[in-house]
């Protein structure tokens, strides 16, 4: 991976301002790309910053399409933690980017295969990924890529690990079921023509050094970020501490 992508900031406000101008400069360079959005606690700040600068330098949102990375299978999208409703908040609401601008999974499918296809059809039919935005898990998951995954894996369902459920609970207002989710696949990740990786805290420091520097292994999803050939990893000091090269 080149290494001049890897950035770091000395705080979790300058990476989110950074990674909302590396989108803004897509968008406006391409008014019509195909943006890519995680969710999470680590995009919350690239969200509210994409926002207030797209408004401050009149940005035009009105025709990139936007696609959601995952989704909590069994949640319906107007519950408080899952991926729709957050995207739907902080990010398209915000912009006002219309439901025609968007096709996310939907967490409440009960044909989880045709789901995914339609997803892949739909991607492969925009032309692929512009931007794609992800964060990392503590266990070096990408989406709900979870470790052992299928690299060469388009859209999929998941069951997720322990850790991923755990971090998850905490997006919910209330007690909420959660078990499966159903994500983009890496080698949709590899595929986006750019990618931006986010990290910030010391929590994640250890699965950033293995990502990073480590052997490229479904035992970590992240790691295959090395091979992608226009990625940019976004850092704070904490999540970097651990890096040696
Ligand atoms: C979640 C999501 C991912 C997210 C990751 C990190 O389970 N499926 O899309 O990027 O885990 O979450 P956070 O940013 O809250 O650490």
């Given amino acids: 991976m080149n290494l001049t992508h890897i950035k770091i900031y000395n705080d979790y406000d300058k990476m989110s ?11 406006r360079t391409n008014p019509e790309a195909v943006l890519c959005f995680a969710t999470g606690n680590t ?10 600068r797209a408004k401050e330098s009149g940005t035009d949102f009105s025709r990139c399409f936007c696609i959601g990375l995952d989704e ?5 999208g107007n519950k408080s933690g899952s991926c729709k409703y957050i995207l739907q908040e902080q990010v398209f609401d915000p912009l006002a980017i219309k439901q025609t601008q968007v096709h996310l999974f939907d967490g409440l499918t009960t044909a989880v295969e045709a789901e995914c296809e339609k997803m892949n059809t739909l991607i492969e039919n925009k032309g692929g990924i512009d931007c794609m935005l992800v964060g990392i898990g503590t266990n070096g998951h990408i989406g709900f890529n979870e470790p052992g995954v299928d690299s060469r894996l388009k859209a999929h369902e998941q069951v997720l690990h322990d850790s991923t459920l755990d971090a998850g609970k905490h997006y919910f207002k209330e007690p909420t079921p959660i078990k499966k989710g159903i994500t983009l696949g890496l080698a949709q990740v590899m595929q986006a023509k750019m990618l931006l990786l986010l990290a910030n805290g010391v929590s994640k420091s250890a699965i950033i050094r293995k990502a990073l520097e480590g052997e490229i292994s479904p035992a970590v999803p992240a790691s295959f970020i090395q091979q992608h050939t226009n990625a940019y990893v976004l850092l704070d000091k904490e999540a970097a501490a651990e890096l040696t090269l």
Wanted: aromatic share 8%; glycine share 8%; proline share 8%.
């Fill in 17 to 27: 301002a950074a990674a909302a101008e590396l989108i803004l400069d897509v968008v």
């Fill in 43 to 52: 995009p919350v700040g690239t969200y509210r910053e994409l926002v207030a």
């Fill in 72 to 76: 909590w299978l069994g949640v319906p």
